[in-house]
């Protein structure tokens, strides 16, 4: 079951907000044309949305002063065009043009965090095929996918909405203060006491939030992980009867998580209420000293208007600073997760001069090989056999003794400490990782089918092969005649993991590639491990045929299966302890034997 405890947490503040920005920011050199199409949007959105209510102030008087001297002679209101519908004409553009730049603007910067995530996630998939298998071993799958998937989201949404409104609030702020001292320094002095006020209000409730945030984010990701963990093992819970159990766990992680949503939701939802309060108040003392001067004829109706106008320009983006400073700060950290991914180590490069190894003979050498996960924890030490063409080599032992690690060191997975690996009398790192790989065939015990038809899923290492070179194929790993009774044939798609086929079925579509493939060296890690006996003496004839003259590397528990091996290694803790053929070794009545007559007791 999942240790809570056990589960690393995102941080949603960055170590360095600003080297991040710096290098986020980079990403956007070849989108300069349409970062400054936004710029010039942006400063004439800002101008006119702070110029309009002063120019309105000015319209509203004079439309008040010909209401009030229609009024006073009785005669019939009208609206000449020269000079009050002009100026409201003047008016009435001035409000559509600030409407089309700021979704131009918004237009463009949609474009442009797009643009951007698409490059990253571009990148992203690139790093994938280029970090090594420790990296895998070492960082969940939740969390590399998290990289690709919320992470990018959430600096796409900062850069479309975020961001836009930090820079068309500051210009928006700046501009509105600055009309509204012109208009009455002392009722800018209370709109500014109130908005102290509403600021350490926000302060308080943001610090409060985050805290619940982070605590939203790691009940997440526990339900997450628990989430994928039993959704993997399902058949296992079921065949233990761990399912009430299970089903408590989740429960009580979901309320949890519904528990920490809550009290964020909460305080999220909490401070514009109690912040817009505090603004009606602020509103409603300067309404009351505006109409006192309004009578007293030291201010006109227009210019009371248009003072309301600036009063709401400056709050808005006020109450929203902490908002809008937060998703800036949580996308930051979200990019700079991005970017530790991205400059996390790579696989050694490939050789700049490389030797060209197209097909194989199949002699393969470990000389004097020692691999550690780490440098200052050697597993293996001094590893030495050849393996000449055509040998079929067995690699036996506990689980954890190295065998995996044997073959992954051969496949260059990892990369050795000391000595070398060579096929054909050519050092494994003077080939590319593609020629190297491309003289393998390799059947795990960990099938793998993706979603698409049997056929294409068969020809995945030759997707250039004919129907019937697939057919041969499947009939050569006995699994022609099961697939010719599904519903399209080797047209049928397989999906959900190809849930609806056995284990057994499965492995045997993995060994077809292998038969379709026809490398000159095989591996076969615990092949026919999920098949019944009289199938394993079917794919073992075949096995044999397609092994004649090929060099192949058996991983087995079941020592029956390996016998006619050339040579058998026996490995433990990391380390070859006997080799030899199967004669020899039982001969020697060392581990070897012990193990194979406690197997035929």
Same mark, same amino acid.
């Given at each position: 079951?999942?240790?809570?405890r056990?589960?690393?947490?995102?941080?949603?503040?960055?170590?360095?907000?600003?080297?991040? #920005?710096i290098?986020?920011?980079?990403?956007?050199?070849?989108?300069?044309?349409?970062?400054?199409?936004?710029?010039?949007?942006?400063?004439?959105?800002?101008?006119?949305?702070?110029?309009?209510?002063?120019?309105? #102030?000015g319209?509203?008087?004079?439309?008040?002063?010909?209401i009030?001297?229609?009024?006073?002679?009785? %005669?019939?209101?009208?609206?000449?065009?020269n000079?009050?519908? =002009?100026?409201?004409?003047?008016?009435? @553009?001035?409000?559509? @043009?600030?409407?089309? +730049?700021?979704?131009?603007?918004?237009?463009?910067?949609a474009?442009?965090?797009?643009?951007?995530?698409?490059?990253?996630?571009?990148?992203?998939?690139?790093?994938?095929?280029?970090?090594?298998?420790?990296?895998?071993?070492?960082?969940?799958?939740?969390?590399?996918l998290s990289?690709?998937?919320s992470?990018?989201?959430?600096? !796409?949404?900062?850069?479309?909405?975020?961001?836009?409104?930090?820079?068309?609030?500051?210009?928006?702020?700046?501009?509105?203060?600055?009309?509204?001292?012109?208009? !009455?320094?002392?009722? /800018?002095?209370?709109?500014?006491?109130?908005?102290? *006020?509403?600021?350490?209000?926000?302060?308080?409730?943001?610090?409060?939030?985050?805290?619940?945030?982070?605590?939203?984010?790691?009940?997440?990701?526990?339900?997450?992980?628990?989430?994928?963990?039993?959704?993997?093992?399902?058949?296992?819970?079921?065949a233990y009867?761990?399912?009430?159990?299970?089903?408590?766990?989740?429960?009580?992680?979901?309320?949890?998580?519904?528990?920490?949503? $809550?009290?964020?939701?909460?305080?999220?939802?909490?401070?514009?209420?109690?912040?817009?309060?505090?603004?009606?108040?602020?509103?409603?003392?300067?309404?009351?000293?505006?109409?006192?001067?309004?009578? $007293?004829?030291? =201010?006109?109706?227009g210019v009371?208007?248009?003072?309301?106008?600036?009063?709401?320009m400056? #709050?808005?983006?006020?109450?929203?600073?902490?908002?809008?400073?937060?998703s800036?700060?949580?996308?930051?950290?979200?990019?700079?997760?991005?970017f530790?991914?991205?400059?996390?180590?790579?696989?050694?490069?490939?050789?700049?001069?490389?030797?060209?190894?197209?097909?194989?003979?199949?002699?393969?050498?470990?000389?004097?090989?020692? +691999?550690?996960?780490?440098?200052?924890?050697?597993?293996?030490?001094?590893? !030495?056999?050849? #393996?000449?063409?055509?040998?079929?080599?067995?690699?036996?032992?506990?689980?954890g003794?190295?065998? %995996?690690?044997?073959?992954?060191?051969?496949?260059?997975?990892?990369?050795?400490?000391?000595?070398?690996i060579?096929?054909?009398?050519?050092?494994?790192?003077?080939?590319?990782?593609?020629?190297?790989?491309?003289? +393998?065939?390799?059947?795990?015990?960990?099938?793998?089918?993706?979603?698409?038809?049997?056929?294409?899923?068969?020809?995945?290492?030759?997707?250039?092969?004919?129907?019937?070179?697939?057919?041969?194929?499947?009939?050569?790993?006995?699994?022609?005649?099961?697939?010719?009774?599904?519903?399209?044939?080797?047209? /049928? *798609?397989?999906?959900?993991?190809?849930?609806?086929l056995? *284990?057994?079925?499965?492995?045997?579509?993995?060994?077809?590639?292998?038969?379709?493939?026809?490398?000159?060296?095989?591996?076969?890690?615990?092949?026919? !491990?999920?098949?019944?006996?009289?199938?394993?003496?079917?794919?073992?004839?075949?096995?044999?045929?397609?092994?004649?003259?090929?060099?192949?590397?058996?991983?087995?528990?079941?020592?029956?299966?390996?016998?006619?091996?050339?040579?058998?290694?026996?490995?433990?803790?990391?380390?070859?302890?006997?080799?030899?053929?199967?004669?020899?070794?039982?001969?020697?009545?060392?581990?070897?034997?012990?193990?194979y007559?406690?197997?035929?007791?």
């Amino acid at each position: 079951m999942s240790d809570k405890r056990s589960i690393k947490f995102d941080k949603e503040v960055p170590d360095n907000a600003g080297r991040t #920005a710096i290098r986020l920011f980079g990403y956007l050199k070849n989108q300069r044309r349409r970062l400054i199409i936004v710029a010039v949007c942006i400063i004439f959105y800002t101008v006119l949305n702070v110029c309009t209510p002063y120019y309105s #102030a000015g319209v509203i008087d004079q439309l008040f002063a010909t209401i009030r001297n229609c009024v006073s002679s009785g %005669t019939r209101f009208s609206i000449e065009w020269n000079p009050l519908g =002009m100026k409201m004409l003047s008016l009435f @553009f001035m409000y559509i @043009f600030t409407s089309v +730049f700021y979704h131009f603007q918004a237009y463009l910067m949609a474009s442009v965090a797009e643009g951007l995530i698409l490059t990253l996630r571009k990148q992203i998939s690139n790093k994938l095929n280029k970090l090594p298998l420790r990296f895998f071993d070492g960082n969940k799958p939740g969390e590399i996918l998290s990289r690709v998937t919320s992470d990018l989201d959430k600096v !796409s949404e900062t850069l479309q909405t975020g961001l836009l409104k930090l820079l068309t609030a500051i210009g928006t702020l700046v501009g509105a203060m600055a009309f509204m001292f012109y208009y !009455s320094p002392l009722l /800018t002095l209370v709109f500014l006491v109130f908005t102290v *006020v509403s600021l350490l209000v926000t302060k308080t409730v943001a610090k409060k939030n985050l805290k619940c945030a982070a605590d939203r984010q790691r009940a997440l990701a526990y339900l997450t992980g628990i989430a994928e963990e039993y959704y993997t093992g399902r058949d296992v819970i079921r065949a233990y009867n761990h399912e009430q159990e299970s089903m408590d766990i989740v429960d009580a992680a979901v309320d949890e998580l519904r528990v920490a949503t $809550q009290k964020t939701d909460f305080l999220t939802n909490c401070v514009n209420p109690l912040i817009r309060l505090l603004s009606r108040l602020s509103q409603a003392v300067i309404m009351l000293l505006a109409c006192h001067w309004m009578l $007293q004829g030291r =201010m006109s109706l227009g210019v009371v208007q248009a003072f309301f106008q600036y009063i709401n320009m400056a #709050a808005e983006p006020l109450t929203e600073t902490s908002y809008m400073l937060n998703s800036l700060q949580s996308a930051l950290a979200s990019a700079e997760r991005t970017f530790r991914f991205l400059d996390a180590t790579e696989e050694v490069p490939d050789t700049s001069a490389p030797t060209s190894l197209e097909n194989a003979k199949g002699k393969i050498s470990f000389e004097n090989v020692s +691999f550690g996960y780490t440098p200052d924890k050697i597993l293996m030490k001094n590893i !030495s056999f050849t #393996a000449e063409p055509g040998q079929k080599i067995a690699v036996v032992g506990s689980t954890g003794a190295g065998k %995996t690690t044997l073959i992954n060191l051969l496949m260059q997975f990892y990369e050795v400490n000391s000595g070398r690996i060579t096929i054909d009398g050519i050092c494994t790192t003077d080939l590319t990782r593609k020629d190297l790989r491309h003289n +393998f065939g390799m059947v795990l015990q960990d099938t793998w089918l993706f979603g698409g038809t049997i056929a294409e899923n068969i020809a995945y290492g030759r997707p250039e092969a004919t129907m019937e070179e697939i057919k041969a194929a499947a009939k050569a790993a006995k699994v022609d005649y099961f697939i010719r009774t599904m519903p399209q044939g080797y047209n /049928t *798609v397989l999906d959900n993991e190809a849930a609806n086929l056995s *284990v057994g079925q499965r492995q045997l579509i993995t060994i077809a590639r292998v038969f379709l493939c026809n490398p000159p060296v095989i591996i076969l890690d615990e092949a026919t !491990s999920s098949v019944d006996t009289r199938t394993e003496a079917e794919i073992g004839k075949a096995m044999k045929k397609l092994m004649s003259g090929r060099t192949s590397f058996v991983i087995a528990h079941r020592l029956s299966t390996i016998r006619d091996a050339d040579n058998i290694l026996f490995m433990e803790n990391g380390n070859i302890i006997e080799q030899g053929n199967h004669k020899e070794l039982l001969a020697q009545k060392g581990a070897y034997a012990a193990l194979y007559y406690s197997q035929f007791a």
